[in-house]
């Protein structure tokens, strides 16, 4: 079957991959033309995605990444995968989403089955993408959404094992998009709407962002204490019902956990509702950076003027690129108000802000330990004995404590 990506991020690759090693012939298109010659060659930026089986898809005709939209025409379905951002006032920014409908309005004139796995507020299917895709269209379309859970670089979850959650506007758009889904995928839940699909997508994230806050919480009040947070969740996490893990941090990023729950907390004013609980979480994981600034001051005697501090690791989370909301930079922010010269060594960011990625200092006044991807060698600090301070969810095993 012939289908069209819309965005070839991180969803929209990891997809074009999946359907196409499952026997579809995928047109990948995004705006981005750099991104796209780079795909072209083989080159994905997505962690977790094997380079040489890209370059296999695309020899084999199969896979073909492009910015002509005009090749979407005559693909049976067509997936919708652009980012679903904030804006400035941490509102839902749907501009990728319709741009992408409208390039489908323009070029699509067969019948056509549309999906969205963008994340986005129960009814935005319904009342936003439909009606984009369908004005002053001749053609038939039909709708599902699917919305996508993948996790980058989860070695053990991926697009196969990962249940599909899937709802159309009408059974046989469910149908469609089930049968699909199951060529690549393992397990599908028939979800009743559209928009329970959609809010259990927000549920998902929203409940990671609660509990990622209510971690950090503690450990703001444990360090009052001198007690490490980390420690309290391992003694907590050996009651094998009723616990589920989550670690301290310097805050959330990336372009889910700190993200959608903007989308629930937008939705419940939208429908005179509250989200109490979701607006509290997301303003303690805003905060986190401030306080870990704070904590570091305290610990180095309550002055950061021209103290030197290199941080290792600044994208969101360990194994990616990375730095959507990446809380590093509200910390670098912070400690530079503070007084410190900040540094960072990150070698697969490389390059932030036009900034480049320093080699690991071992003269610095203190290391922060923030995102310990496999790729950085902890050597130098280790042999010159630098003041090294361990703020990653990761474990590293260099003799340095966890702080948090
Ligand atoms: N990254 C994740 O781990 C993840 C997981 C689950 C769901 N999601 C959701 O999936 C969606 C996509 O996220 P992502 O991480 O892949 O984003 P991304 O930024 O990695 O990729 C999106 C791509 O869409 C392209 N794009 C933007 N506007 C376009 C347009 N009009 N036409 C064609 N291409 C366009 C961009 O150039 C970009 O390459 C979001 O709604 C996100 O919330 C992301």
Not at 70 to 90: C, H, Q
């Amino acid at each position: 079957m012939k289908i069209s990506i819309i965005g070839q991020g991180y969803v929209g690759q990891t997809l074009a991959v999946g359907a196409a090693m499952s026997g579809h012939e995928v047109i990948g298109l995004d705006i981005n033309a750099e991104l796209i010659s780079d795909l072209a060659c083989g080159d994905s930026f997505v962690p977790g995605l094997d380079k040489k089986l890209i370059s296999e898809i695309i020899a084999k005709k199969v896979y073909l990444p492009t910015t002509d939209f005009e090749l979407m025409k005559g693909s049976k379905i067509v997936i919708i995968a652009v980012p679903t951002p904030i804006d400035r006032n941490r509102e839902p920014d749907l501009n990728a989403v319709l741009a992408a409908c409208k390039s489908i309005n323009k070029v699509v004139i067969d019948p056509t089955l549309i999906i969205s796995e963008s994340t986005s507020y129960p009814g935005t299917f319904r009342d936003v993408i439909k009606p984009t895709v369908e004005k002053g269209s001749k053609t038939t379309f039909t709708f599902a959404v699917a919305p996508e859970r993948v996790d980058p670089g989860n070695q053990d979850w991926n697009i196969s094992n990962t249940a599909r959650v899937i709802s159309g506007l009408t059974e046989e758009a469910t149908d469609r998009a089930i049968e699909f889904y199951s060529s690549f995928c393992k397990s599908i839940y028939r979800a009743s709407s559209p928009e329970v699909a959609e809010a259990a997508k927000l549920l998902e994230n929203t409940f990671r962002q609660v509990n990622i806050a209510l971690i950090n919480e503690v450990s703001e009040v444990m360090s009052k204490l001198g007690i490490s947070a980390n420690e309290v969740v391992n003694a907590a996490s050996t009651k094998p019902f009723g616990f589920m893990k989550f670690q301290p941090s310097i805050g959330v990023g990336g372009h889910c956990i700190p993200v959608d729950p903007e989308y629930l907390t937008y939705f419940a004013k939208k429908v005179g509702s509250e989200s109490k609980l979701t607006n509290l979480a997301n303003e303690i994981n805003l905060q986190r950076p401030k306080q870990i600034a704070q904590r570091i001051k305290k610990h180095l005697g309550g002055d950061l003027t021209g103290v030197r501090i290199q941080m290792a690791g600044i994208a969101y989370k360990t194994g990616v690129p990375d730095m959507r909301e990446s809380p590093a930079i509200e910390l670098i922010t912070e400690l530079s108000e503070l007084g410190a010269v900040v540094s960072w060594h990150d070698p697969i960011v490389k390059t932030f802000m036009a900034q480049k990625s320093l080699p690991l200092d071992p003269s610095v006044n203190l290391g922060l330990i923030v995102t310990p991807h496999r790729e950085i060698n902890f050597k130098p600090w280790e042999e010159a004995d630098t003041p090294v301070i361990d703020l990653s969810v990761g474990q590293i095993n260099l003799g340095w404590s966890k702080y948090l």
